[in-house]
């Protein structure tokens, strides 16, 4: 068995997936208290308060595949559900027709989520009287039971765009409600242990988290062009950061890259050094960044028991002269309070 190098308290994992999916509000609410876990009763006013913004602007319909006894042929008819009909003699058959309404899948999860919340004993009494109107208001859409892989059958086209904020609530909802389950799983915790998820989800992150919590840089991923001329440049490979940060008015740069890595470091004669790739990687762009812009690099690890802060001067091409800049090689503490963390990522762009 693999030893976890990660420490992210599930507090702090929900905070950073809240970024992920551009929800400050929710980690602003999450903090209103300073516990380990987000309380239900507060998860539950929020989800509240999305269902009312769904439905005000309207349930979203689909077509979707539903069987119903007919005296009228239409669709496909399903004979293996047919065949006492024909047995008996009946005048009706099973038949199978696309429908177009509100009866669909993610219409499902938000009526089975708030079946959920209504069945918790410590929700205050007007929060299970707003669950019981809604549900009302759902009478058409089918109830379910909900189970964890039925939140990955869910793909948010521009149409249903606005159920995202919804769909996280409910994986919410639904992860801390089972964690008394017999098996005691906790699913959001096995996506530490996956370094590529990590690895996305954590850029991902850096990037929403700039773009929504300050003003004075533009956060965004940047697409750069070789300095390269001659020869077949279409078999070239993109050059793309993860995020930079832009500063129109003061012309400055700051180009973050971000490593999900479970050991940061690599072994050269017993020495521990930091992977040559990921400097030559963020060396690259920094000479390739702009004819403008004086750029800094940060090279921006998780701690996993190694605290590292250090600042390097190098030399780097600004359009044709050569400029002096620096590379951060910083580990952000996952495992500290959030408003820590917060703070942190602040002080990383002086």
Same mark, same amino acid.
């Given at each position: ?37 987000? %309380?239900?009763? @507060? !998860?539950?006013?929020? #989800? &509240?308060? /999305? ?10 319909? *689909? ?100 159920? %995202?904020?919804? @769909? !996280?609530?409910?994986? #919410? &909802?639904? /992860? ?10 906790? *699913? ?109 690099? &940060? ?52």
């Amino acid at each position: 068995m693999i030893e976890k190098k990660y420490k992210v308290p599930i507090r702090n994992l929900f905070c950073i997936l809240c970024y992920v999916h551009e929800m400050p509000e929710v980690v602003s609410a999450f903090n209103s208290k300073d516990e380990d876990l987000p %309380q239900l009763h @507060l !998860l539950a006013k929020l #989800f &509240i308060e /999305e269902t009312d913004r769904i439905m005000m602007r309207g349930l979203m319909k *689909d077509y979707h595949e539903r069987a119903e006894e007919t005296n009228q042929l239409s669709g496909k008819i399903l004979f293996e559900q047919s065949l006492n009909h024909i047995i008996q003699k009946k005048p009706s058959l099973v038949c199978e027709k696309d429908q177009f309404d509100e009866d669909i899948l993610i219409n499902q999860i938000l009526k089975a989520t708030l079946n959920t919340l209504l069945k918790i004993e410590e929700l205050p009494k007007n929060q299970k009287i707003k669950i019981s109107m809604q549900l009302k208001k759902l009478h058409h859409v089918s109830a379910i039971n909900l189970f964890r892989k039925i939140f990955y059958m869910i793909r948010l086209n521009r149409n249903k765009v606005y159920y %995202q904020k919804m @769909l !996280l609530l409910a994986r #919410f &909802i639904y /992860e801390l409600n089972n964690l008394s389950d017999e098996d005691g799983a906790f *699913d959001l915790i096995a996506i530490l242990n996956d370094e590529m998820k990590m690895q996305i989800i954590f850029e991902k992150f850096i990037l929403n988290f700039y773009r929504l919590e300050q003003q004075q840089f533009l956060s965004k991923i940047e697409r750069m062009k070789w300095r390269m001329f001659g020869g077949n440049l279409a078999i070239i490979p993109e050059m793309k950061t993860d995020i930079s940060l832009i500063d129109r008015v003061n012309k400055e740069k700051i180009i973050i890259d971000a490593k999900y890595y479970a050991d940061i470091f690599s072994k050269s004669f017993n020495a521990d050094k930091i992977r040559s790739t990921h400097l030559y990687q963020l060396f690259t762009y920094l000479n390739h960044s702009s004819d403008i812009y004086l750029t800094r690099g &940060i090279l921006i690890y998780p701690t996993n028991g190694v605290k590292v802060d250090e600042i390097y001067n190098i030399s780097i091409q600004v359009g044709i002269e050569i400029q002096q800049s620096t590379i951060r090689i910083f580990t952000l503490d996952l495992n500290q309070k959030w408003q820590d963390i917060y703070n942190q990522m602040f002080v990383l762009l002086k």
